[in-house]
Structures are given as C-alpha cells and as structure tokens.
C-alpha cells in the first residue's frame, strides 16, 4: 500500500500508474495475479487518493464532526441521480412545465417516488450544509491553512441556496411561481444594478417563459457543474491542510504527531454506514411525504399569503421591519463580508479544535443566544403592533425612519454586547466574535421561522394552526 504522512500528503504516484488502472479496468478477463494487481492500484491510487492513506486517530470521533461534509457529498449524489431521472419527463415550457410534473406522477412508474428523493435530498442538503458550516466555525476549524477554505465553503453554500432557488420556480405552480416572483422582487433594491440583474435573471420584466428557461440552465447545467468542480476543490484543501482539525488537546506539531490510522476500513466504514443511515431517511421521507404540488400558475391571482422560500424567509420577514435597502442589500451584505474575513482576524490565541473555544466562549455564546431568543421575539410583536412604522418620525424619508436609524440602533447594540464580553467578561476576540455570530445566527433562525409558521393572509401575525 502506498504509504503517506500522518496528515494525509501521499507519495507520488508511478508513472505507468495510470496506463495500468486503464488496462486492469477494461480488460475483461483477467488472471488471478492480475485481478489481485488492478483491485490493488484502484484502491491504492483512485479509492485512497479522495482520502489521506492515514489520519489521526482522534479525528475519528463521531461527534467531533458528525459526518456532515460526507453527508453534504450523499445527497449531492441522490440530487444528481434523481435529477437526471427528472430531466427525461420534465419539459421546461410554461405550457407544460406544470403537466409534465403531474405527468410524472400519475402516469411514471415510481415517477413521485423519485421525485420526493429529489425534493428532500435538496431541502435536507441546505440543512445539512448550514450545520456544516456552523461545525467548522464552532470548532475554530478555519486557522491557518484551513482559511481559505472557509471561503470555498461559504461559495458552496450560495451555490447549494442557489440550486434550490433555481429549482423551486421548476413545477411552475402556484407555489413557486409565486415564490420566485417575491424573491426577484427583492433583488430590485439592489443600488444602480438591481433592476438590470432582475431583468437578467428573469430574462425580462415579468416571471415567465424566459425566467423558466433561465432557471432550468442554471439549474441542470452550470450549478450543478460549478457545485462539482469547489467540492472537490474543498475536499482537496481539506486535504492538503492535514485532514478535519484536530480536536483540543491533540498535539498537531511535528515532534509530536498524534497516532494514525489506515483510512481504510477504519474511516472508510463510518462513512459508508453513516451514508447509509443518511440514504434510509431520504427514503422514509420519500415514502411518508410526497412533495408538494398546487395548482398551475396563475400570473393574474396571487396566493395570500404569497411567501418566498423557507430558506429566504427570514429576508422576507426582515422586509416587514427595515426599509428594503437595508433588509436586502446593505444588512446581507454586511453580513456576507462579515463572514468571508472571520478567518482573517487576529485572534490571541488562534484557539481550534475546542468546541465553542472554551469554557468562557460557552458561557458568552449561550448568554447571546438567550439574548436573541427573548429580544428577537418582542421586537417582533412590538414593531408589529406597538410602534407604527408610518408614524415614526415623521417628516424623515423612509430610508432614515425605517432604514438607517434602526439598523444604527441594531450595530450600536451589537457593539455593545461585543464591548462587553471583552471588558467586563474577559472574553477573547475570538470568543466575542463567536457571541455576535450566535447573536445573528438565532436571530435570524425565529425570523425565519416566525415567516414560515407564524405568517398568515396579509402577513399579518397569527398562530401556525390558522396559517
């Protein structure tokens, strides 16, 4: 077997290494000697090559990264495969979009079935990607070398919400079209670009037959293509960056290198059980619940509430509380470039490996998320019902009295907060850091889940069993 460091950088491959893999692969009869020899240069030199030859043993833990990056590449896997079943029912012409669709499911055998495993498969990847990213930065996974894939990630995450944008205006119902209307609405505030980037995206003025073109490329072709390409990108830095980090505590200099373990059958069976556990609950959904269809779409009737995803949803409920500029543009741009340079603070020390960093990082970002979860929700009801957003302050321009004061109002309190556990809780930077991102992230989860479940006709607030 070929051998390698104990951080995975493997020797280089011979140089007949690939004419022998094309030999041993397509010839068909073979000798025992020979058969031994090919299933030896596939594992060695294609198998091993996606993973390090060894890694550390401490790495192994189920809990220290719960498998998710590999759960992320199981159900790229099932949308690839599924999609391409699709493709040879689904016609992308707004005559037909809607009946193909039905088409598929009354008429194809196992037509629905598929089309539910391509359904939860794309909503259970959103999830899964945001607890991977939530994994990386919790465990400080993002230090030296690891930096830039960060970066690579969070693209991978647009790339994932974009693929299931794109996806969601396909069955062309009332739903979606609907939806996908809201949502390209919101590009509109985008400052000096915002209607040329509506247009481009809609292939004109309005949601129709253009739009659905426009979205069934993207969705079939360069998406899924790109999504290829940065996910093997991703899995290479993870790589060449020595594996997952090592969890606290585990020396990673190079006098003291942890124990090792042959990837194969050691992480190899993990992974493989674990995407099997994954596929079993793709399935029992698949089985249970159908994916949702409505009625064809109707540009001249509008459903009430007419709602945009759920994994934009917590925009849309910011629409009901900021100006547009600053619930679309300013505030998701801010938080954008918040994100791509959390690797690149200094941070004294640069502490990975540790859940949450410490004991003291524990203790902020669990005051943080308190902090959101009794904050969010009164600030929700009181701007909904106390304050009235046309009445306050009068005579000032919307964008002042909705937009730039609040927002002024939200940084002032978050800089409080962020003042304050460096003072008073002697938190580090990275531990105050790590509080505000808490801060933000539940936040906007009751945002979204206020818009999903507490939204009804008019979106106005109601109780999720009158929705």
């Known amino acids: ?19 022998r893999i094309w030999r041993s692969v397509f010839r068909s009869t073979l ?25 550390p043993a401490a790495t192994l833990r189920f809990t220290h990264t719960w498998g998710l990056g590999g759960m992320s590449l199981v159900l790229f896997v099932l949308l690839l495969l599924t999609g391409v079943l699709l493709m040879f029912v ?100 985008v400052p000096g670009i ?35 390409l940065l996910m093997a990108f991703h899995f290479w830095r993870v790589r060449k960056a020595g594996g997952v980090v090592l969890p606290h505590g585990v020396e990673e200099e190079p006098e003291e290198r942890p124990a090792t373990v042959l990837y194969f059958p050691n992480l190899l069976l993990r992974e493989f059980v674990a995407g099997l556990i994954l596929v079993a609950l793709v399935l029992a ?23 945009a995803p759920w994994y934009f949803m ?21 938080a954008a470039w918040g994100l791509l340079f959390i690797p690149y603070l200094r941070y004294e020390p640069e502490q990975a490996g540790a859940w949450f960093l410490s004991s003291r990082g524990r203790r902020s970002s669990a005051l943080a998320a308190v902090l959101a979860l009794g904050v969010t929700p009164i600030w929700i009801v009181l701007d909904e019902f106390v304050m009235n957003p046309e009445a306050r302050l009068a005579g000032l321009p919307p964008v002042i009295s909705n937009g730039l004061l609040p927002f002024a109002i939200l940084l002032a309190a978050l800089w409080g907060l962020y003042a304050g556990l460096r003072r008073r809780g002697r938190a580090s930077r990275g531990e105050a850091v790590q509080a505000l991102f808490v801060f933000l992230f539940v936040g906007f989860v009751l945002l979204t889940a206020v818009g999903v479940w507490f939204r009804g006709p008019g979106m106005a607030l109601t109780w999720p069993w009158k929705v």
């Open 314 to 334: 917590g925009f849309q409920e910011l629409l009901l509380h900021f100006h547009p500029l600053f619930a679309v543009v300013i505030g998701p741009a801010l």
């Open 31 to 55: 000798e025992p000697e020979t058969e031994r020899e090919r299933k030896r240069v596939v594992l060695d030199h294609l198998v091993l090559h996606v993973r390090p030859v060894r890694l």
């Open 194 to 228: 915002g209607g040329w980037l509506q247009r481009g995206l809609r292939g004109g003025e309005a949601i129709g037959g253009a739009t659905l073109l426009n979205f069934y490329t993207l969705h079939t072709t360069l998406i899924p293509a790109t999504f290829l």
């Open 1 to 19: 077997m070929t051998g390698g460091s104990p951080h995975g950088d493997p020797e280089p491959p011979d140089p007949g290494v690939l004419a």
């Open 285 to 307: 959904c698949s089985v249970a619940l159908d994916a949702r269809l409505g009625d064809p779409a109707n540009q001249g009737m509008s459903p009430n509430p007419a709602k």
């Open 90 to 189: 689904y016609e992308p012409l707004p005559g037909r979009a809607h009946e193909s669709i039905v088409r598929l499911q009354t008429e194809v055998r196992f037509g629905q079935f598929v089309r539910n495993i391509h359904h939860w498969s794309a909503n259970l990847l959103i999830f899964v990607a945001v607890l991977h990213l939530l994994r990386v930065y919790f465990t400080g996974a993002f230090h030296g070398a690891r930096q830039f894939n960060w970066v690579i990630g969070l693209l991978l995450l647009v790339i994932i919400l974009g693929a299931g944008f794109t996806g969601y205006l396909l069955p062309w119902d009332q739903l979606s079209y609907w939806a996908v209307t809201i949502s390209t609405a919101m590009i509109a505030y």
